[in-house]
C-alpha cells in the first residue's frame, strides 16, 4: 500500500522560501495524481496544488498562483512543492495526498481544477509551515 511523508516544513519569515517534499513507498507514485493540501488552525482543508502522473498537468489554488510550483520525479518516487514569497495567511498544516481516480476535475473548456480533498485516497502525516515574523 503507497505511504506518503512529507518534509521540509518549518518557521519562515515573510517573504521567504520553502521547499516541501513528499515521498512516496510502497508503489509507486507514477500511477498517481498527487495534490497538496493545507489546513489552518480552526479552518477546513483546503487544496493547493495538484499535479498529473506524468507532471504533464498542474492546477493551483488561485491565492498561490504564481508563488507556488508543483513538480514530481517520478524516477525518484518524489512530488515537491517549491513556495516561494510566503505570506502568514500561508500558514498551517501541509499534507500531500495521493489520488486514486483522476485527481483533477476537467472543465468543458479543457482546463482543470484539483479535485476536492475528499476525492483523494492516501495521505501523509503533514508538516507544520509558519510564516510569521
Known amino acids: 500500500q503507497l505511504q506518503l511523508v512529507e518534509s521540509g516544513g518549518g518557521l519562515v519569515q515573510p517573504g521567504g522560501s520553502l521547499r516541501l517534499s513528499c515521498a512516496g513507498s510502497g508503489s509507486s507514485l507514477e500511477y498517481y495524481p498527487i495534490g497538496w493540501f493545507r489546513q489552518a488552525p480552526g479552518k477546513e482543508r483546503e487544496g493547493v496544488s495538484c499535479?498529473?502522473?506524468?507532471?504533464?498537468?498542474?492546477n493551483y489554488e488561485d491565492s498561490v498562483k504564481g508563488r507556488f510550483t508543483i513538480s514530481r520525479d517520478n524516477t525518484k518516487n518524489m512530488v515537491y512543492l517549491q513556495m516561494n514569497d510566503l505570506k502568514p495567511e500561508d500558514t498551517g498544516v501541509y499534507y500531500c495526498?495521493?489520488?486514486?481516480?483522476?485527481?483533477?476535475?476537467?472543465?468543458?473548456?479543457?482546463?482543470?481544477?484539483?479535485?476536492?480533498?475528499?476525492?483523494?485516497?492516501?495521505w501523509g502525516q503533514g508538516t507544520q509551515i509558519t510564516v510569521s515574523s
Open positions: 499535479i498529473s502522473t506524468d507532471g504533464g498537468r498542474t
Open positions: 495526498a495521493a489520488d486514486l481516480g483522476p485527481g483533477m476535475i476537467l472543465n468543458l473548456d479543457g482546463s482543470s481544477r484539483c479535485a476536492t480533498w475528499t476525492d483523494y485516497d492516501y
